[in-house]
């Protein structure tokens, strides 16, 4: 199992904490009679970056705002509050380097070993700079009866793990463990053997995870994502950001009459995070050749509540669609049910990271 970081933990009760680039997301988890159970929740969302296109949490340029992000951490914390200060975080995919590499099936003292050479060619900084984890997801056999293993090679800025533990030690938090947002989405679904691309949209950054058996293949990361939306809404209207991200919200990409002009206005841009989508898949066609397509495709992440997105994706897309239903592996308070729907994407991060010691 990939952990880049962790602390010895054996938890009755800990904060799975999703840092995404405009908003924080948290989720109080402890075990429960069958599954885990959700104690509390958080979101809390930045709107300055609906005002000024170029402010986020964190960016594609491994910048994390420390300042902005504490004092929401902070906040997050406080209104929860949490009866723990035990806590697991997320690494967004655009500050994470992977990829896949082919071996011979050797024992796991050889792949070590062979692992750090291959580190040394592929990672893009010095692996004294960097902190290093794989695992395998694929045994083969080539055309000639060889058998092989495809193993994926994770590597993160050692920077970037040391900004996440100053961030949680000054939020008065215990940080435990990181891993990537890829694998804590892959865990929501369990041992679920349908095919899957699982598509986060997040509001700068959308990732793209593949999925065979309910285990991570691969993931690929793109910049469109669902403020483009909001952004061409505000500049077509000529409206204030703040309102035409409540005309996304309310109106989606379901728009007949009067409000079609909006969804046409949208659709574009939705067509480009597709697009991405598309490219991605046949990456991945290409890196893992026996793997099965993809039967479906299911959304997460907040662009995923878009009225309309499913039927929208599918048509345009050529599979099954659906929103992530992570919540469905939890107990939760019976008033939590009427709310489930809109935060079960939304959540999806944040609810995979609550399952991480549970399960």
Known sequence: MINLFKKSFSPSSYLGVDIGTTSIKAVEVERGKARPRVVNYGLLES?????????ALQTSGLKIFEGDVIELLKTVVKTMGTTTTNAIASLPPFSVFMTVL?????????????????????VPLPIAEVALDWMKVM??????GFAHQKILLISVPREQIEKYQRIFKTAGLALHALEIESLSIARIFGNDPTPTIVVDIGSRSTNAVFLDKGRLMWSAQSDFASASLTQALASSLGINPLRAE??????????????????????????????????????????????????RVVLAGGGANLLGIEKYWEREFGAPTVKATPFSRFEYAPQ??????????????ALGLGMKELI
């Open 246 to 295: 409540e005309l996304k919200k309310e109106r989606g990409v379901a728009g007949t009459g009067p409000n079609y002009e909006l969804s046409t206005i949208m659709m574009p841009f939705l067509d480009a995070i597709i697009s991405e989508v598309k490219k991605a898949q046949y990456a991945y066609a290409e890196r893992f050749p026996t793997a099965a397509k993809a039967e």
């Open 139 to 144: 045994d083969y056999q080539d055309d000639k």
């Open 336 to 349: 939590v049910a009427p709310l489930a729907a809109e935060l079960n994407p939304t959540m999806s991060v």
């Open 47 to 55: 709107s300055g970056y609906l005002a000024r296109a170029n402010q």
């Open 102 to 122: 082919d071996f011979p099936q050797m024992e796991q003292k050889q792949i070590e070993q062979a692992m750090i050479y291959q580190a040394k060619q592929y």
